[in-house]
């Protein structure tokens, strides 16, 4: 079992930035792909960024490049996801995952966080 924690959400203007965290216990996850997914207002859960942990390898979602940045601290075991200049489009709720299998879709994912609410104003 791995049990995953978001935190760091909140309501900011557009144009700011936010750092959410997600602290991960339980099982041994060095062979785990940590992910972020979002799922804004009636929409579908999506895929924003992920992490192998070992290795740090990280992807992205092509809308998130260049603003969002994965990373993790393998000492705190705790995932990163650094949002730089937010808009409303990112209002979602955020939720860390994690399996050993990576996947850009929701499904799979055996473990998940449970979310963390951004709120973007303009």
Do not use: H
Not at 25 to 45: D, H, I, L, N
Not at 72 to 87: G, S, V
């Amino acid at each position: 079992q791995v049990q995953l924690a978001e935190s760091g959400g909140g309501s900011v203007q557009s144009g700011g930035s936010l750092r959410l965290s997600c602290a991960a216990s339980g099982r041994a996850f060095s062979s785990y792909y940590m992910v972020w997914f979002r799922q804004p207002p009636g929409k579908e859960r999506e895929f924003v960024a992920a992490i192998r942990w070992s290795i740090g390898a990280t992807y992205y979602a092509d809308s998130v490049k260049g603003r969002f940045t994965i990373s993790r601290d393998n000492a705190r075991n705790t995932l990163y996801l650094q949002i730089n200049t937010l808009n409303t489009e990112d209002t979602a709720i955020y939720y860390c995952a994690a399996d050993i299998r990576y996947g850009t879709t929701k499904y799979g994912y055996e473990y998940w966080g449970q979310g963390t609410q951004v709120t973007v104003s303009s």
